[in-house]
């Protein structure tokens, strides 16, 4: 199984719709979580993160974390063209700087 | 706003060459991280430095590899001698403190391609 599982997708939306993305892990001791936002020939740009288990809301971005189902998601509310990217959850263990990311779900939203 | 900024955005080399990667780390960040990306796969950590050494290194960061920061400004990734399947995009990242991982602004990228 692989440490960190991620859907490549791709995955096209109307504008304005709600868009879920998820990622799942095998590696329990993972404790902090991320999702990170990739633009064409750019780098990885960190959107969210979130300690442990729960959730975590900004603005019209919402990430949860469900450490019994080792589980993570982002959610993306009134979805924008602006919002077409590539998607990276990202994940580590605490007092490790080896950070492990998902293949990233590419997305589109049209207008 | 700063930035990481990596030079040059696409470097192309023989098999066997010695290739060096540059970064400009965020000023006043301490942590300072490279990671690769393998077109259509996934971002994978090579290494991270602090202090002026290496405080963590993945399985793929082999003797071919070294880091360096020679001044106070830039972030060095040296390859000794360029294998094929070391094209890929390679990231460099930085860290203000150790405030946990999800500080770390990535710049660009440079696109390297092995021939």
């Known amino acids: 199984q692989k440490e960190v599982e991620q859907d490549p997708g791709p995955l096209s939306v109307p504008e304005g719709a709600i868009v879920s993305l998820n990622c799942t892990y095998s590696?329990?001791?993972?404790?902090?979580f991320m999702w990170y936002r990739q633009y064409s020939r750019k780098g990885p740009e960190l959107l969210m993160y979130t300690y442990s288990s729960g959730n975590k809301e900004d603005g019209r971005f919402t990430a949860q974390v469900d450490k019994s189902s080792k589980y993570i998601s982002l959610f993306i509310r009134d979805s924008q063209p602006s919002d077409s990217a590539t998607y990276l959850c990202?994940?580590?263990?605490?007092?490790?700087?080896?950070?492990?990311f998902g293949a990233g779900t590419r997305l589109t939203v049209k207008p | 706003e700063p930035e990481v900024t990596q030079t040059p955005s696409h470097q192309v080399t023989q098999m066997g060459q010695e290739v060096i990667l540059r970064c400009v780390p965020i000023s006043n960040h301490l942590y300072f991280y490279w990671y690769r990306q393998i077109l259509g796969q996934k971002v994978e950590f090579l290494v991270s430095f602090y202090n002026n050494e290496i405080s963590e290194k993945s399985e793929i960061f082999d003797d071919q590899f070294s880091v360096e920061r020679p001044d106070g400004s830039n972030f060095t990734l040296k390859i000794r001698s360029t294998k094929l399947e070391d094209s890929a995009m390679y990231f460099c990242a930085s860290q203000p403190r150790q405030g946990g991982p999800y500080e770390q602004y990535f710049g660009p990228g440079t696109r390297l391609t092995v021939t």
């Open positions: 990202a994940m580590r263990v605490a007092n490790n700087n080896d950070m492990r």
């Open positions: 590696n329990s001791a993972f404790q902090y």
